[in-house]
């Protein structure tokens, strides 16, 4: 989930020199660090982190890149913001699509519009594909305020973000769950099933992502729901802690007072525990949710058996995401206790992107935490 880290104070004039360009392998100490410091706010502090090398992709074949901001004077890093491509399920058919986030200002710059004006442009510029990714998937945590009233705005120099749904993360204590006899975890021999499964249940979604053996979970980490036999529904445990981790920067102080307590009765209001300062968390994403149905019984069993081997890998936290309008919601909130965060998704886009996002059929968006 992208945590914008931006204020409300604005001014389009600014004296400091801003240099912005696509960022290489050079830069990959100072994108780093620019994540690690920069953590999204809330009663509690978090950091989006990817140690110990920024540019490793997440999926085989993904395009990951960065723009960089630095002041001109100084060489200092002071902003960033990421561009990534991956295949999705579009309209009933798979096409490339476009992600934005990591939009990262250091504390000096961020009254400074020239800093986003001008990283926007460069992406625009030197990044942006107008013909293959007309528009662009990103999502900002809905208290995120200071974000939204500036990324929301009609200001020259920077993209439309077209609203398109509210979204709910939901982040769920790993716990035992009674085994279903109808859920167990797959292996390589379910490849080809579990492809089928996830391919003909994303299909019907908006903005899908496309799994692949290849790469991303490994069949082994699906969790299986059979009927007669027959893979009706999965969801993965997909570990990304190589590649991105979170990592708790601070509380808000009456948090911070109560946290062992609110620790010491985790166990029974099944409520996540709260880590130390500068420690990750150890979760795991429940990725690649795919139902026949859309059944919500099948969902949440899904889950429940996901969260038990969570447990015995050794995660204390699972997170799943689904937009607000997906009809198994209800039934996950109310079969799980969690904390809940809410965010909007939008598509970004300049003036060409308006007519792609026009054609878009009304379908429900499909949301993937892990890849956002």
């Not at 100490?29 to 620019?34: F, I, N, T």
């Not at 899908?208 to 027959?230: I, M, Q, Y």
């Not at 204390?316 to 998704?345: E, V």
Request: charged fraction near 25%.
């Amino acid at each position: 989930m992208d945590g914008t880290v931006v204020e409300s104070r604005l001014s389009a004039v600014s004296h400091t020199a801003i240099d912005c360009r696509v960022a290489g392998a050079a830069d990959d100490a100072d994108l780093r660090r620019l994540l690690r410091e920069n953590a999204m706010g809330g009663w509690v502090s978090v950091s989006l982190e990817r140690e110990p090398r920024y540019f490793a992709p997440l999926l085989e074949g993904e395009a990951h890149q960065a723009i960089i901001a630095r002041d001109r004077r100084s060489g200092a890093a002071v902003g960033m913001c990421a561009r990534n491509v991956r295949p999705a399920w579009i309209d009933g058919t798979v096409q490339p699509l476009g992600y934005t986030g990591e939009l990262r200002i250091a504390p000096g710059y961020r009254h400074r519009f020239r800093v986003i004006r001008e990283g926007f442009e460069t992406l625009r510029r030197d990044l942006h594909e107008p013909w293959r990714t007309p528009y662009y998937l990103t999502a900002i945590i809905a208290d995120n305020h200071a974000a939204r009233r500036l990324l929301e705005a009609e200001l020259p120099g920077k993209p439309h973000y077209h609203p398109l749904t509210d979204c709910t993360t939901l982040a769920i204590r790993t716990a035992e769950h009674r085994s279903d006899e109808r859920c167990s975890l797959g292996s390589d021999a379910d490849a080809a099933e579990i492809g089928d499964c996830l391919t003909r249940n994303l299909a019907r979604y908006q903005f899908a992502p496309v799994w692949s053996a290849a790469g991303g979970p490994r069949p082994r980490d699906f969790v299986l729901h059979r009927e007669n036999g027959r893979i009706t529904g999965c969801v993965a445990l997909w570990d990304q802690s190589a590649v991105r981790q979170a990592v708790v920067r601070g509380y808000d102080p009456r948090i911070a007072l109560l946290r062992p307590l609110l620790n010491a009765t985790g166990a029974w209001t099944g409520l996540p525990r709260l880590p130390r300062r500068g420690e990750a968390l150890r979760q795991v994403y429940l990725a690649f949710a795919a139902v026949d149905g859309d059944d919500p019984a099948v969902l949440t069993r899904l889950v429940a058996a996901a969260l038990a081997e969570a447990r015995r890998r050794g995660f204390t936290l699972g997170l799943i995401a689904l937009a607000d309008g997906n009809p198994m919601l209800p039934a996950l909130t109310g079969t799980f206790r969690a904390r809940r965060y809410c965010s909007r998704l939008y598509l970004v886009h300049w003036e060409h992107g308006q007519a792609a996002i026009a054609r878009l059929q009304p379908r429900i968006p499909y949301v993937e935490a892990s890849l956002l």
